[in-house]
């Protein structure tokens, strides 16, 4: 069944904090994995890369691997990269590389063995990995990141495998900075990835989230406002599904027409929390505040991000 | 409707305690004869389920998910919204909601009343089997599902696929309906059964004037479902 959540800051704080917190009152609704994207101040002239690497044995080669690739296509590190302190065997990387064609450079970095590229942003930051919220948040030290917002999601598997790779925020490959969580299922996946794949874009799973980022990316790409593409999916898209989808400057969300999968949020002048269970939300407000329940069917909307100074 | 006031009532602190502490509480005051008041409530799910009839509580709050759930004659009041499915399964008894009743309301009830002051979700009493659903606002897409048997009564009008695929229930509204759903008809009601809602309505302290009563009932195709018919009820 799965549980969302959605967060913006009133300004840039501690937004790890809130979502695991979000998370961890959602723990009972999938606990194989948990996932976050997180949006940290926007850098003007880099990347930042996360991905993971099938073997920490070999963790120098693909490093070697991924730099080769960066430069050839003249870019390079920025900063030294860094990477878990466990032992477990896949190791969860961070980069920071300078600038560079993200599509062209991607059509080759992806053909590399032994690693995984999840994330590419000015801002966004996927980290997902096996467990519930406060395993993920302990390993990866969510609770220390710094941003504006993020969304989150606690997996239960229905249609594919238990991995750090399968589980949620997915990126909307090849776009920077556009990540999704998704409770529920698309019934039209393959015949949509068929389309999405004869336009030359790639998926890195097999799993119908990754499939929604990529289409709503490729219609804000035709031009779209993340309105319009949000309304728009409730008809292209069939299934049971409630998403958010995150931008650099907006979160949004979209349920299909039979209205099953539950989401509550509270939204207040700049700052908003949105999870599948109105408990969740009340995890950050303990007064009473108005929680509203998004439950009419195909329902869809979208939540401003200020940019910082702002609000 | 009589009720108990905040100071006669034992307080139990819902807050971030197991839900099955909470509910434990709730039965021990339940057994010592008291009213109950509980505070905190936090949107918390499965709160005060299965309670006999002499049960008396008052939720502060809002509730998650279950509120009310398998109720055997509780009279349960919350001053808030509800999320899913409360008084699921109840068999008696009778429920308050001031404000949203969240989706799926009364889903597969057998008998009590639940009256909502606010507007009721999508699927308000899915598969109900029997007992009355008022509700003061509008009820949701998708309100009567499937139901059996019992009424849903909306005093302001529904969202789309009114009744949809209703088996024997009743969906009785005044003011607008969104759309009906497959397989469902409206019909002129007859005075008794008139007198009978009224009645209903009046005990709730909704006596209104001259309503404009559309009942909502099966239309009865679905009864004899045959697959080659498949086609008729395709939605997609």
Same mark, same amino acid.
């Given at each position: 069944m799965c549980g969302i959540a959605g967060r913006i800051l009133e300004q840039?704080?501690?937004?790890?904090?809130?979502?695991?917190?979000?998370m961890q009152a959602q723990a009972h609704r999938?606990?194989?994995?948990?996932?976050? #994207?997180?949006?940290?101040?926007p850098r003007q002239n880099s990347y930042v890369v996360r991905g993971v690497a099938s073997d920490r044995r070999a963790l120098d080669q693909t490093l070697d691997g991924f730099l080769q690739t960066l430069r050839a296509h003249d870019s390079d590190l920025i900063e030294d990269p860094s990477w878990d302190d466990t032992t477990q065997r896949h190791v969860s990387l961070r980069m920071i590389i300078g600038e560079l064609d993200v599509r062209t450079w991607l059509a080759e970095a992806d053909l590399q063995e032994g690693l995984e590229i999840q994330s590419v942003g000015r801002s966004l930051e996927i980290v997902k990995d096996l467990g519930i919220s406060q395993d993920v948040s302990l390993k990866h030290n969510i609770t220390d990141f710094v941003g504006s917002h993020g969304?989150?999601? #606690?997996?239960?598997a229905t249609e594919s495998r238990v991995s750090p790779t399968a589980s949620h925020p997915f990126?909307?490959?090849?776009?920077?900075?556009?990540?999704?969580?998704?409770?529920?299922?698309?019934?039209?996946?393959?015949?949509?990835?068929?389309?999405?794949?004869?336009?030359?874009?790639?998926?890195?799973?097999?799993?119908?989230?990754?499939?929604? #980022?990529?289409?709503i990316s490729d219609q804000l790409s035709r031009g779209l406002?993340?309105?319009?593409?949000?309304?728009?999916?409730?008809?292209?898209?069939?299934?049971?599904?409630?998403?958010?989808?995150?931008?650099?400057?907006?979160?949004g969300m979209a349920k299909d027409r039979w209205a099953i999968k539950p989401l509550a949020v509270f939204a207040h002048e700049q700052e908003m929390a949105t999870a599948t269970e109105e408990q969740a939300v009340r995890k950050l407000y303990t007064g009473e505040v108005p929680i509203s329940n998004l439950d009419g069917p195909g329902y869809s909307t979208t939540w401003d991000v200020l940019p910082a100074g702002r609000a | 409707m009589g009720s108990k006031n905040i100071a006669e009532r034992v307080e139990i602190n819902a807050g971030d305690r197991p839900v099955k502490e909470i509910n434990q509480d709730i039965r021990s005051q339940v057994q010592a004869g008291n009213p109950i008041l509980v505070s905190n409530t936090m949107s918390r799910h499965n709160l005060g389920v299965g309670l006999p009839a002499s049960a008396d509580i008052l939720f502060e709050g809002s509730v998650g998910y279950y509120c009310g759930g398998l109720n055997d004659g509780a009279r349960i009041h919350v001053t808030r919204d509800c999320g899913w499915g409360v008084g699921e399964a109840m068999a008696t008894g009778h429920i308050t909601v001031d404000g949203y009743a969240g989706m799926s309301a009364g889903a597969s009830m057998l008998g009590g009343t639940i009256h909502?002051?606010?507007?009721?979700?999508?699927?308000?009493?899915?598969?109900?089997?029997? =007992?009355?659903?008022?509700?003061? =606002?509008?009820? =949701?897409?998708?309100?009567?599902?499937?139901?059996?048997?019992g009424r849903i009564i909306a005093l302001g009008g529904t969202d789309d696929a009114a009744g949809d695929s209703?088996?024997?229930?009743?969906?009785?509204?005044?003011?607008?309906?969104?759309?009906?759903?497959?397989d469902s008809k409206i019909i002129e009601p007859d005075p008794p059964e008139v007198e009978s809602v009224e009645k209903l309505l009046a005990q709730h302290g909704l006596d209104g004037p001259d309503r404009d009563w559309k009942k909502i009932v099966s239309a009865q195709r679905l009864w004899h479902f045959e697959s080659r018919d498949a086609r008729a009820w395709l939605m997609i």
């Open positions: 840039p704080g501690l937004i790890g904090v809130d979502l695991v917190a979000l999938g606990s194989d994995s948990t996932g976050f #994207a997180l949006y940290g101040e969304i989150a999601n #606690a997996r239960m990126w909307a490959r090849p776009f920077p900075d556009i990540a999704i969580v998704h409770n529920g299922q698309l019934t039209n996946y393959f015949g949509l990835k068929a389309r999405l794949q004869r336009q030359g874009y790639t998926f890195l799973t097999e799993n119908d989230s990754e499939l929604i #980022a990529v289409w406002t993340l309105e319009e593409a949000l309304h728009s999916s409730v008809g292209e898209l069939d299934g049971v599904f409630t998403y958010i989808i995150s931008t650099l400057t907006q979160i | 909502v002051r606010g507007n009721a979700g999508p699927r308000c009493g899915v598969a109900m089997k029997g =007992g009355d659903i008022i509700v003061e =606002g509008a009820i =949701g897409y998708l309100s009567g599902f499937m139901a059996h048997s209703l088996w024997g229930g009743e969906v009785w509204v005044d003011g607008p309906i969104g759309s009906l759903g497959v």
